[in-house]
């Protein structure tokens, strides 16, 4: 069974950093890209960026280019999100989501349960 | 970036109606298109890709239609966890944009 496990809850204070994770298990990991989505509260659905674990391979969306960073270590199967500097306005829940098929451009089709990610001083 | 508009906002229907849900680029994206059903508090689910394709595992009450600017996913008789808000999202050009989404609440 294909399941992405993330991270927990995490409280940050404004300017602190923070790396979550992801961790993929049941199928092929170094196979299918991996993508982030960010969900602000009461809000839609963002495209971040993706990785393609098998060889780090990161591409970002024009708006958090910069903003975060997508890495992996495909020896313990896991993707991270990082941040140097939080702000209030990185409040929200972010996804990670893999790839229907072994494809960068691809649909997702399994996705983690969320992280809430709450910037507050 | 294409722009994905999603009409309506809000539908308001009752279980065993039929739903109708709008998704139209700001260009053309062939059938570069997938939806998603969000229930709350849970994580996104691929219901539909390249546009008329069901995922695995999704009942056939679900069908996708349409290519080019315009998409439309179609629901035949609501179930109560149909309940939820819809995302459209292309893969036609980089990055995969999502629309804003139509809540489907009970009438």
């Known amino acids: 069974e294909v399941q992405l496990v993330q991270s927990g809850a995490e409280v940050i204070k404004p300017g602190e950093s923070l790396k979550i994770s992801c961790k993929g298990s049941?199928?092929?990991?170094?196979?299918?890209?991996i993508g982030w989505v960010r969900q602000m509260p009461g809000k839609g659905l963002e495209w971040m960026g993706i990785i393609y674990p098998g060889d780090s391979d990161t591409r970002y969306s024009p708006s958090f280019q910069g903003q975060v960073t997508i890495s992996a270590d495909k020896s313990i199967s896991t993707v991270y999100l990082q941040w140097s500097s939080l702000k209030a306005s990185d409040t929200a829940m972010y996804y990670c989501?893999?790839?229907?098929?072994?494809?960068?451009?691809?649909?997702?089709?399994?996705w983690g349960q969320g992280t809430l990610v709450t910037v507050s001083s | 970036e294409i722009v994905l508009t999603q009409s309506p906002a809000t539908l308001s229907l009752s279980p065993g109606e039929r739903a109708t849900l709008s998704c139209r680029a700001s260009q053309s994206i062939s059938s570069n298109l997938a939806w998603y059903r969000q229930k709350p508090g849970q994580a996104p689910r691929l219901l539909i890709y390249?546009?008329?394709n069901r995922a695995t595992g999704i009942p056939a009450r679900f069908s996708g239609s349409g290519s080019g600017t315009d998409f439309t996913l179609t629901i035949s008789s609501l179930e109560p966890e149909d309940f939820a808000v819809y995302y459209c999202?292309?893969?036609?050009?980089?990055?995969?944009?999502f629309g804003q989404g139509t809540r489907l609440e009970i009438k």
């Open positions: 049941g199928y092929s990991f170094t196979t299918y890209w």
């Open positions: 989501a893999r790839a229907r098929v072994p494809a960068a451009g691809s649909f997702f089709n399994y």
């Open positions: 390249d546009a008329s």
């Open positions: 999202q292309q893969r036609s050009n980089w990055p995969g944009t």
